[in-house]
Structure formats: structure tokens, C-alpha cells
């Protein structure tokens, strides 16, 4: 049996970090929960620079070393600098969450192909982008944590919504996941993802307004815990797949949904 150990195996202090679309919503509280632990962080943005530099201030408030990069991750060119920027400015990357992510719905037989092919950019080549040219620097020092969200709509499909396209980009990166952590074990490095559930980001609050009735209906009362999840309630199992705590951990898919998907 381990012996008992005052050792935190949480810490992330001198580690680094990217957080892609961390200006707002689950990427902000995820990049302000990897800086509690002590890893400096680098808020990526598409297009909102203000928010992420009130990120920047919310993380050096609390003691944290962070700084804001714009880069749109559909973007190869991007990518490439976001990463060659990251190495610049904090010498390394132990950790890299994919969190930027959008959703177009809509009805299958009417949905236009370039709706579909924007998700997928964003979603999809988005976390293969980053995951590649951020992977390729994690080899190079044999060490790493990838962390992708994905989405309960990887495993099931929602209902009333329709979003076949979302559904499937998810799913797409749940098994990007599996595949990068076949890939990369013999370099050490780490690849999970967590498939959230309803979560109350100002996305959800505005489909709460406009459809109050189905959000009660399917999203509360769809978990068996009754309600939507809060944000910060996705920084542990973040906080424990980027650090030493989940070593033995790769490959997996962490649900948190309040129990939505159980029936
Ligand atoms: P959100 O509030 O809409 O925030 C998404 C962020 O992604 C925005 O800050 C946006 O940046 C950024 N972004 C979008 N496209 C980008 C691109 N091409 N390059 C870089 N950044 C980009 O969404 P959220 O609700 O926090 O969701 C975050 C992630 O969790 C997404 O992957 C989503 O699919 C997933 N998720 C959410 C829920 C939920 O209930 N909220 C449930 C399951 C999974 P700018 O603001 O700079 O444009």
C-alpha cells in the first residue's frame, strides 16, 4: 500500500500552460483554476481581447503569471505561433486544454454545408491543429498533459435541440483522444478529455431565455441532480488530468453532467 505522503500531487507550480478560448465561459475558469494550482497560463482568443486581458489581470491578481494571445485554431498559421510564442514567453508547455468550441444548430435536412464545415474547423481540425504542434514540443521533452473538451454530445444526442454537427465534432475529438494517447504514451505523453454536460456559460443562459420551458424540462430535470452545472465544477477533474495526481491516467473520457447521460 502507498504510504501516507504530505506531498500535494495537484501542484502545478513551474508549469506552463495554453487554455485555447479562455476569454469567457468553461476556457476562462479553466485557465483561472490551472493558475490557483500554480502553473502560469496563456489565455488564447479569437477575437476577444478585451476579456482575455481582464483574464490576464484576474490571474496576476491572485499571484499568477499569465499572458493573452490571440490566435483563431482552425488556423495552421495560428497555431504555429501561438505555440512558438507560449515557448518564447514561459520557455516550455506541460499542459495544453483544448476548450475553444462553437455550435450552429439546426435541422439536419436543411443545415448548409458551410455551417458544418465551420464546426468542424473549430472544433475538430482546432484541437488536431494544436494538439499536433503543441504534441510535437511535448515529445521533443518527453513530458505533457493534453486535455480536450468535449462534449456529453460525443456520446449521446441531445434532444429537443438538433445539432448533428456538434455531435459529431465531439464525438470526432473523443476519439482524437484515444488515438493521441495510443500515439504518445512511448513519449510520456499524457491525452484525456471530459464530456461535460450542461453547463451555464452566457451561450446556455441565452438559450435559457429564449426557451425557458425545454431548459427546465430536459436540461434540469434531464440530470438526475436537477440543475445545469456551474463552471468552476469542471476545474478539478483539469486540475487532476494536468498534474501528477492522474499519472496512470490516459486515454480516458471524464463525464460530468450531473447525471444526465445515465438515462
Ligand atoms: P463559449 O462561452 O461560447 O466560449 C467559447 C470560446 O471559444 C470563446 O471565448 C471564443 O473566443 C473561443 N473560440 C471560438 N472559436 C475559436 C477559434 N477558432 N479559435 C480560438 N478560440 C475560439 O463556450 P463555452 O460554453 O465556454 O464552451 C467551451 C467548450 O466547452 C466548447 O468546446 C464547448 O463545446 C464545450 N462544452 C460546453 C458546454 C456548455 O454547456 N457550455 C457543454 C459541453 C461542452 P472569442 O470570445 O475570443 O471569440
Given amino acids: 500500500m502507498a504510504q501516507a505522503t504530505n506531498k500535494n500531487r495537484f501542484d502545478l507550480t513551474g508549469r506552463v500552460a495554453i487554455v485555447t478560448g479562455a476569454a469567457r465561459g468553461i476556457g476562462k475558469a479553466l485557465a483561472i483554476g490551472l493558475a490557483e494550482e500554480g502553473a502560469a497560463v496563456v489565455v488564447n482568443y479569437a477575437q476577444a481581447a478585451d476579456r482575455a486581458a481582464e483574464v490576464v489581470k484576474e490571474i496576476e491578481a491572485i499571484g499568477g503569471r499569465a499572458i493573452a494571445i490571440k490566435a483563431d485554431v482552425s488556423n495552421e498559421a495560428d497555431v504555429a505561433r501561438l505555440t512558438a510564442e507560449t515557448i518564447t514567453a514561459f520557455g516550455q508547455i506541460d499542459i495544453l486544454v483544448n476548450n475553444a468550441g462553437i455550435i450552429y444548430p439546426g435541422n439536419a435536412e436543411d443545415y448548409p454545408l458551410d455551417s458544418w464545415r465551420k464546426t468542424m474547423a473549430t472544433n475538430l481540425d482546432g484541437v488536431f491543429l494544436m494538439s499536433r504542434d503543441v504534441g510535437r514540443h511535448m515529445i521533443s521533452r518527453r ?121
Fill in 143 to 263: 513530458t505533457g498533459s493534453i486535455i480536450t473538451i468535449g462534449s456529453m454530445s460525443g456520446r449521446i444526442v441531445n434532444w429537443p435541440f438538433r445539432h448533428a454537427a456538434y455531435n459529431v465534432s465531439k464525438a470526432g475529438v473523443h476519439m482524437l483522444t484515444k488515438a493521441l494517447a495510443t500515439e504518445w504514451a512511448e513519449h510520456n505523453i499524457r491525452v484525456n478529455a471530459i464530456a461535460p454536460g450542461y453547463i451555464r456559460t452566457e451561450l446556455t443562459d441565452q438559450v435559457s431565455k429564449e426557451h425557458p420551458d425545454v431548459v427546465n424540462q430536459y436540461w434540469e430535470k434531464g440530470a438526475v441532480q436537477g440543475r445545469i452545472g456551474d463552471v468552476d465544477e469542471l476545474i478539478g477533474a483539469t486540475v487532476y488530468l494536468a498534474s501528477d495526481a492522474s499519472s496512470f491516467t490516459t486515454g480516458e473520457i471524464i463525464t460530468i453532467d450531473g447525471g444526465l447521460t445515465l438515462r
